[in-house]
């Protein structure tokens, strides 16, 4: 049976002391010094006052009456205690608030301690800084006290339970409690001691709390000490960073509290570009705290304009969860720093911890390497979304206390941190009176920073700002047209699978309104379970490999480990892969979505004045940044390569524009086409990035004018000899053999100095693997049949046949197993004596098709073409909608790079704007494609079906053979798997069509392919 306090939401805790700000005291200025600039080095235990407990602790599950062994901080489901299970909406308990079943899997956590000899006498506190859910701390049998809040601090005096030498601390940890109503996050659920245990020994009388109040120029600081009637000298010491004292002040603590200041003269500002910080030291009955300090300023100004040192500021910003592949909540300081990194490199200025505060370390590091952080109280109840009434919870008073303390326990943990400029009262939680009450509260606390609340709505005056999820670009047009009104898109860009596409136009949106801040795209890092599968089922990786974890008998592993997402552990309740939807994979490779948001947000925008005078337009989006501190490099190339590059000292000022010119020299007719590229580099070392990093570049084509192309009169070409057998037409020239088969209109065979260069019929397609953001337009399409669509021939004429040409016209069209018919399309076939193949395309589209995925020649190689070069946007995926990220450059690929490698297979590999391609074994012998002028491409070893009907990639197996895609067009990414419908402009609705390329069979070691790719076959 459950204890009576799991399901009263009266009950928040038992003894844990009030919340205060966190931070770890030293008993010398010295270590309190290099404890502020501790980083993921760490926190100094030698000769200190704070003591880790984490490590191997005895763990019985569920009434285990022999123990395992369990790592803490740890998530018992990644150990193999229950199953890790990925749920959006739903509560993973029957909806019964704040009632939770009977069945209640719980863990008794224990381990012995020693304390250390220089702790005598003083005043020994118990922290716990994450644990999932509700638990009980027990100190050598006797019960202490008991807490909840998964996300938040707790901390216990035990002086009084201690004694001399060994000591053991037992704590019961409970799945489910009423605080899962409140906890019903997008993510994992997984439970137990997930963040660090630690031990504070104080001095009997010792500061409690302290607030840090900052101007551009001051500090103010209240101190609150443990007691009330305490007393005694504070000393307050400022350091700049190069820990270079710069002020003190001493004060008498009376009455438990006191205040001090300092002005500071020529202050260094902290904003996320210039994180600037100084170090104050509070010393206080012989223990030292270290506080790092910002200097900033947080307000809305009179055009709704987000203010941060009276300067308007845009978040470029991601949501971030605490999520591990292998240890699931578990985010240890290091992996945090690189993932901080990362996005200072793909110039991500902004955090929103989604939906909870993140572990106490992550705001120390966003201190020092600049961002903006938007920080989420730990509060969801989506699933009442299922309730009667979803906003009971959020009306009703008996779970007001529980609303207000998530919110004070946060509020107090961080409230100095220069990094947090906006609180948010949580998450997709509805509306009421209790979010209000946390509001009034938070202002009233705190009225140095902002208030945020999604589901306030847009006339609710608790908040300080109007936000909105997924709204289209469209409806933020709207919002920036009401310039009194601050907006803000907490959540967009749904970054699942191949995409997102369509930034870009939001940030066109962003930068052309005061009133909108910005965004923060949905999400950072994908979530997923490292998993192995057993003989006995799948198992987490951490489970079945460490041995010396978990339950003494595992069973025999039978694969290498594989990302999974929910569902495949069997679990009842899952939302499939909806929580694969991050920037970068669960091992933070970046994907393309990432490479594509940092071009989009790149700091420096070029657009084109007057490029004939090599007149260029730069403007400056940094915030407080000059350009001068930017080394910007031009580079003008054509196909044949670089052809000039300099460098340009500019500056401008922050939101400002200047033009340049640029002294390149250009010819005025070329076969080639001149693009410039502008590339944005640091000039200096920073703490994210050495010197020489790439912020982000512009390509622009350049106004040289491109001769036609070449033409190959067929009079001109070698003799072919053309033969009708009947159900097939066979044509023959100097070194190429081809046929083609009259039954299906298309080519059978394609033989090239007798080697076959097809190794089936090609067709003419209009599927593709549905990406994760159409999720929901693949039910559209299925319904439609379009996945199932086959070519069909319906006429097929032999127009003229000469010496050194062949003619033939075909018509098709794509029918479904109803016999519906999509797509209708003539083909003009030509053959040209040189081996060369012209295909000219009309087509005509059904009008009950809304929109194609896409339309094209699909054909397949024999194994062992696996080299690529083209002329394109590349290297990485480009779509109509996601290609910042490219240029227009000749690149060389192979098939297996071109693949990109999802947890959940879908389309990928695409280039847009293609001028040629070439598909190609080592020994340079394939098929060399020609636009006229240009199609998209795509060239791999997986066929669209694989990759729809893969669940996993696991389970992917890649042809030998290589499957060739020239499309005349894709549909755009988009991201409306949680996010508005894909913007017309980059749907594919086309009604009629036309297009056209070239093929031909070569050996590149004898063609010149940039030169060749301008000569054309002509009638």
């Known amino acids: 049976m459950n204890p009576v306090f799991l399901e009263n939401p009266k009950i928040l805790h038992q003894n844990k002391e009030p919340a205060r ?406 998450n997709e939680s509805f509306m009421g009176e209790n979010h209000r009450k946390m509001a009034h509260w938070t202002h009233k606390r705190d009225a140095s920073r902002l208030v945020h609340y999604e589901g306030a709505g847009e006339h609710e005056a608790c908040v300080d700002v109007y936000s909105r999820m997924y709204a289209s670009v469209d409806y933020c047009n709207e919002m920036g047209e009401q310039a009194f009104k601050s907006f803000y898109l907490c959540e967009y860009a749904h970054a699942m699978g191949n995409g997102p596409g369509d930034i870009q136009a939001y940030w066109e949106i962003f930068y052309q309104y005061p009133n909108i801040w910005g965004g923060n795209v949905w999400e950072w890092a994908d979530h997923a379970v490292r998993t192995c599968d057993t003989e006995a089922g799948p198992l987490t990786a951490t489970a079945a490999t460490l041995s010396q974890y978990g339950a003494s008998t595992k069973p025999q592993t039978n694969s290498t480990p594989f990302f999974s997402y929910g569902g495949y552990f069997g679990e009842p309740l899952h939302d499939g892969n909806f929580c694969v939807d991050g920037l970068v994979n669960p091992d933070r490779i970046p994907g ?167 190794a089936s019929t090609p067709a003419f397609t209009l599927w593709r693997a549905p990406t994760d953001n159409e999720r929901l337009l693949r039910y559209e399409w299925e319904e439609k049949e379009l996945h199932v669509a086959q070519e069909k021939l319906q006429s097929l004429r032999i127009m003229n046949i000469d010496k050194t040409h062949a003619e033939i016209v075909t018509a098709y069209t794509l029918e479904t197993t109803s016999g519906a018919t999509p797509v209708s399309y003539f083909v003009f076939w030509a053959f040209f004596g040189n081996g060369e193949i012209s295909v000219s395309v009309s087509a005509q589209v059904s009008d009950e098709i809304k929109n194609l995925p896409r339309f094209g020649f699909e054909l397949t190689m024999p194994a062992g073409n696996e080299q690529l070069r083209y002329f394109g946007m590349g290297p990485g995926n480009a779509y109509a909608d996601m290609h910042a990220n490219c240029r227009m450059d000749v690149y060389n690929s192979t098939v297996t790079q071109e693949f990109t490698n999802y947890i959940k297979p879908q389309e990928n590999g695409n280039h847009t704007n293609t001028r040629f391609l070439c598909v190609s074994d080592l020994e340079g012998r394939g098929l060399f494609f020609k636009g006229i002028p240009h199609f998209s491409c795509s060239a791999l070893h997986y066929t669209a079906q694989d990759l729809t009907d893969c669940a996993l990639n696991k389970d992917l197996s890649p042809r030998k053979e290589t499957i060739v895609r020239i499309d005349y067009k894709q549909a755009g990414i988009g991201s409306a798997s949680c996010g508005p419908e894909l913007s017309p402009v980059w749907q594919f609705t086309e009604k009629q069509f036309c297009y056209a390329f070239t093929l031909r069979p070569c050996f590149t070691e004898c063609l010149d392919l940039i030169r060749d790719s301008r000569v054309l076959p002509q009638i």
């Open 21 to 426: 700000s966190w931070y770890i005291p030293y008993h010398c200025r010295c270590n309190a010094l290099n404890g502020a600039h501790a980083g993921s080095e760490g926190l100094s235990e030698y000769h200190g006052y704070y003591k880790r407990l984490n490590g191997d602790w005895d763990f019985y599950y569920c009434g285990n009456t022999t123990p395992d062994k369990i790592k803490v901080p740890g998530s018992w489901q990644m150990y193999g205690y229950g199953k890790p299970a990925y749920i959006n909406v739903t509560y993973p308990i029957p909806l019964d608030p704040p009632h939770i079943p009977e069945e209640n899997p719980y863990g008794v956590y224990k381990r012995n301690f020693t304390l250390p000899t220089n702790w005598k006498g003083r005043r020994i506190y118990l922290n716990f800084d994450g644990v999932d859910t509700y638990f009980t701390v027990d100190i050598n049998g006797t019960y202490v006290g008991q807490s909840q809040g998964a996300h938040l601090p707790s901390e216990f005096e035990i002086t009084n339970y201690l004694q001399e030498g060994t000591n053991q601390i037992t704590v019961t940890v409970w799945q489910y409690a009423w605080t899962t109503y409140l906890e019903d996050q997008d993510f994992y659920r997984l439970s137990g001691i997930f963040r660090d245990v630690y031990l504070l020994a104080r001095p009997q009388n010792h500061i409690r709390d302290f607030f840090v109040h900052t101007t551009l120029d001051t500090l103010e600081v209240e101190v609150r000490a443990d007691q009330p009637e305490a007393s005694g000298l504070l000393s307050a010491e400022l350091y700049n960073w190069a820990r270079e004292k710069i002020g003190q002040t001493d004060v008498q603590v009376q009455e438990g509290g006191a205040k001090l200041h300092f002005t500071i003269t020529n202050p260094r500002n902290w904003t996320a570009e210039d994180p600037y910080l100084y170090t104050l030291l509070l010393s206080y009955h012989g223990e030292v705290i270290p506080v790092n300090v910002g200097l900033r300023t947080v307000e809305i100004g009179t055009q709704g304009e987000l203010l941060i040192n009276h300067r308007p500021v845009k978040l470029k910003g991601v949501n971030r969860h605490d999520t591990h592949p292998d240890l699931g909540h578990v985010t240890p300081i290091a992996t945090i720093e690189r993932e901080l990194i990362l996005m200072k490199q793909h110039n991500i200025n902004c955090i929103r911890t989604s939906h909870y505060p993140n572990t106490p370390m992550f705001y120390r590091l966003c201190d020092y390497y600049g961002f903006y952080v938007l920080d989420e109280a730990d509060l969801e109840t989506h699933g009442m979304h299922f309730y009667h009434d979803p906003n009971y919870l959020t009306n009703h008073p008996d779970w007001t206390e529980a609303y207000l303390d998530r919110m004070e326990r946060m509020v107090e943990r961080d409230k100095n941190h220069a990094c947090v400029i906006i609180w948010s009262l949580g």
């Open 592 to 758: 393309t979505g990432l490479l594509e948001l940092k071009q989009v947000i790149c700091p420096v925008q070029v657009s084109d004045k007057d490029a004939k005078s090599r007149n260029f337009t730069l403007t400056n989006r940094y915030d407080f940044t000059d350009l001068s501190q930017v080394e910007i490099i031009w580079r003008v190339s054509n196909q044949s390569g670089i052809q000039e590059e300099g460098t340009l000292n500019v500056t401008c000022p922050p939101h400002q524009t200047v033009t340049v010119t640029v002294p390149y020299h250009l010819p005025e007719l070329s076969y080639e086409e001149y693009f410039i590229d502008f590339i944005f580099k640091t000039k200096t070392s920073v703490s994210w990035a050495q010197a020489g990093h790439e912020l982000g570049f512009v390509q622009l084509p350049l106004p040289v004018e491109q001769t036609e192309p070449e033409s190959m009169p067929a009079a001109h070409m070698q003799p072919i000899q053309v033969n009708d057998r009947g159900h097939s037409i066979e044509i023959q020239g100097e070194d190429f053999f081809y046929i083609f088969d009259k039954d299906k209109g298309q080519l059978s065979s394609l033989q090239y100095n007798g080697i076959e260069m097809l």
